[in-house]
């Protein structure tokens, strides 16, 4: 199973059999049309671009209406990824559901975490600051020294500094999925995942 394509609508908690609260991640999955399937012959390597979402109809342009056209979908995915593609038997337009995970396995989810903007070091990457007396008011968020003196007489490559925060990729390895609506293309994970409600998330078999 090569993964889906979903959206992340929020946490919330259930309370499991024993009766003690879980705290989840809700993610709408799915469905995902096949839209190309890539070939090593014909591209060089195995996979499949998935698709998710729509484009609205006034927003949609003529190069993404042919490439959806030729998967024979009546609309324009929004969002398109590539999925490693390992002996599956797939065909164009065929769409994946939340169906093809099973409650109880173990998924990886992938996006975008927070965009913080530019930071100091307490913030990013939680350094303990200054004193706070002995006139010690101009040093309280500052990073204090960052390098040696005479040798090597410059900053060592990679010093935690102040700078841009967030914004990147990160993965959430092996979150256990505690339910699934299928009605409503639900998931359920344990735990966190990255970024905010309505952030793209890439959702693969974990182990």
């Given at each position: 199973m090569p993964g889906l394509i979903g959206r992340k609508i929020g946490m919330t908690q259930i309370f499991d059999d024993d009766g003690k609260a879980v705290g989840v991640t809700v993610l709408e999955v799915g469905p995902c049309?096949?839209?190309?399937?890539?070939?090593?012959?014909?591209?060089?390597?195995?996979?499949?671009?998935l698709g998710f979402d729509r484009v609205k109809e006034r927003n949609v342009r003529k190069p993404g209406a042919g490439h959806a056209a030729r998967a024979g979908l009546d609309h324009v995915p929004r969002?398109?990824?590539?999925?490693?593609?390992?002996?599956?038997?797939?065909?164009?337009?065929?769409?994946?559901?939340?169906?093809?995970?099973?409650?109880?396995?173990?998924?990886?989810?992938?996006?975008a975490t927070k965009g913080r903007g530019f930071q100091g070091v307490v913030k990013r990457h939680g350094f303990a600051g200054g004193r706070g007396s002995h006139?010690?008011?101009?040093?309280?968020?500052?990073?204090?020294?960052?390098?040696?003196?005479?040798?090597?007489?410059?900053?060592?490559?990679?010093?935690?500094?102040?700078?841009?925060?967030?914004?990147?990729?990160?993965?959430?390895?092996s979150r256990k999925v505690i339910g699934i609506d299928a009605d409503r293309n639900l998931l359920l994970v344990q735990g966190s995942v990255p970024g905010g409600r309505n952030n793209i998330v890439m959702v693969r078999p974990g182990r």
């Open positions: 049309p096949v839209v190309q399937i890539k070939t090593a012959e014909h591209d060089g390597y195995d996979a499949v671009q969002v398109l990824a590539e999925f490693d593609l390992e002996g599956e038997d797939l065909e164009l337009g065929q769409e994946l559901t939340v169906e093809m995970f099973d409650v109880g396995s173990r998924v990886n989810v992938t996006g006139g010690g008011s101009s040093v309280l968020r500052g990073p204090g020294s960052i390098g040696a003196g005479t040798d090597p007489s410059r900053v060592i490559k990679g010093r935690k500094m102040a700078g841009r925060m967030g914004g990147t990729q990160r993965m959430a390895m």
